[in-house]
């Protein structure tokens, strides 16, 4: 995968051009100061050969960031990455500090960052993402959700309707979907997080119905999925197929891409139907160790998340919708989130491994129900 990466960066100062090539002088390294020169000599050479991500030039110190991220978040990074960039000057003055971005459905993320892709951090849709690059060494701590507070979880959202202006189809809650000739959009669980947490909370509203256990939430989820005409490997890519491809009836999304696309397109082109019942979604944050400690960026990516959790990028959160961890800062934003019963990935299905396992690996439950369409 070619990464969708942007880059915002502060310069400060004026660095000084780097020589192209760096020889040594022969005098220096085996006349009288050889053994200086020697030292030296391998100093600068491992310089070159690493392509250090921090540079000493002219005492200024040059480090660079990226953070591997899901598909909804771009507007929330691009805002958090300058004022960061402000936040990290006053801590290091004299630096210069790029911060890219990289962003793609959680799951293309997290075989990115595995195929090679040097994230510092990634900041993806479901702990299930991040514990793959646990599982496979990328990060040292099977139980790295401890590392942060609220599980390294410092904003939630949850999984709510999108529909068109008026509301032609009359959809008011998840049942509403499998009836008539509703079309539904929502991206491919096996490459988005968000797809995944879509899929799950339209099982968990299943199974909570009078009468409802788990044969009738497949069955179900089985009707809606068939009711679905394509599935886009992520949710800003869906949420292109609703609004600008003008496909299907109803969009399942985030609700802070759904409140924002609400904001941006305005009520005469789209509408929120809240459902009575979802899912809390809690996308993650965590360091990449093995690339971190690789290119000496740790202090610089454990700051980077640490920030995430204070009362300025909360604010920032609770702008683009997402719903803030901080108490107070959410309090004050309380109005612009839907009230709704929500219901958490441990208490209905075990936790993201168990999930992960039933639900989204190889001839687990979505294959099955969509191989038949």
Not at 204 to 215: E, K, M, R, T, V
Not at 330 to 346: K, M, Y
Request: hydrophobic share 40%; charged share 20%; with cysteine.
């Amino acid at each position: 995968m070619t990464p969708d990466t942007s880059t915002s960066q502060l310069q400060l100062g004026t660095p000084a051009r780097l020589p192209t090539r760096i020889v040594p002088s022969t005098k220096r390294l085996f006349g009288m100061g050889r053994l200086v020169g020697l030292c030296v000599f391998v100093c600068l050479v491992l310089l070159t050969a690493t392509g250090c991500s921090k540079r000493k030039i002219d005492g200024t110190q040059s480090l660079t960031l990226l953070n591997a991220s899901y598909d909804p978040t771009r507007e929330l990074y691009a805002d958090y990455n300058a004022w960061f960039q402000q936040h990290w000057a006053k801590l290091h003055p004299g630096q210069s500090l790029a911060l890219k971005q990289s962003h793609g459905g959680s799951g293309k993320q997290t075989r990115a960052v595995l195929d090679g892709l040097d994230a510092d951090v990634v900041t993806l849709a479901l702990a299930g993402d991040v514990d793959k690059l646990a599982e496979k060494g990328l990060i040292n701590d099977p139980k790295w959700q401890a590392r942060l507070g609220s599980n390294s979880v410092p904003f939630q959202s949850t999984i709510v309707l999108l529909v068109r202006a008026g509301n032609p189809t009359g959809i008011h809650d998840w049942g509403d979907l499998v009836k008539g000739n509703v079309q539904v959009i929502t991206p491919n669980p096996k490459t988005s997080g968000g797809a995944r947490w879509n899929y799950l909370a339209a099982w968990g509203w299943a199974l909570a119905q009078p009468g409802g256990d788990a044969i009738k939430a497949r069955e179900f989820v089985a009707k809606l999925y068939a009711r679905v005409p394509v599935l886009d490997s992520g949710a800003r890519a869906a949420l292109a197929t609703f609004t600008e491809r003008k496909q299907g009836d109803v969009l399942i999304a985030w609700e802070n891409e759904a409140l924002l696309a609400r904001k941006k397109l305005g009520p005469s082109v789209v509408e929120l139907v809240v459902p009575s019942r979802s899912i809390l979604a809690e996308p993650p944050v965590a360091v990449v160790d093995r690339v971190v400690d690789r290119r000496g960026t740790r202090s610089l990516a454990e700051e980077y998340l640490r920030g995430l959790y204070t009362p300025e990028a909360q604010e920032l959160a609770a702008k683009q919708f997402y719903r803030p961890t901080n108490p107070d800062v959410l309090g004050r934003h309380r109005a612009l989130f839907p009230a709704l019963t929500l219901f958490t990935i441990d208490e209905v299905f075990g936790g993201w491994k168990k999930a992960q396992r039933e639900h989204f690996d190889e001839g687990a439950v979505f294959d099955q129900i969509t191989a038949r369409h």
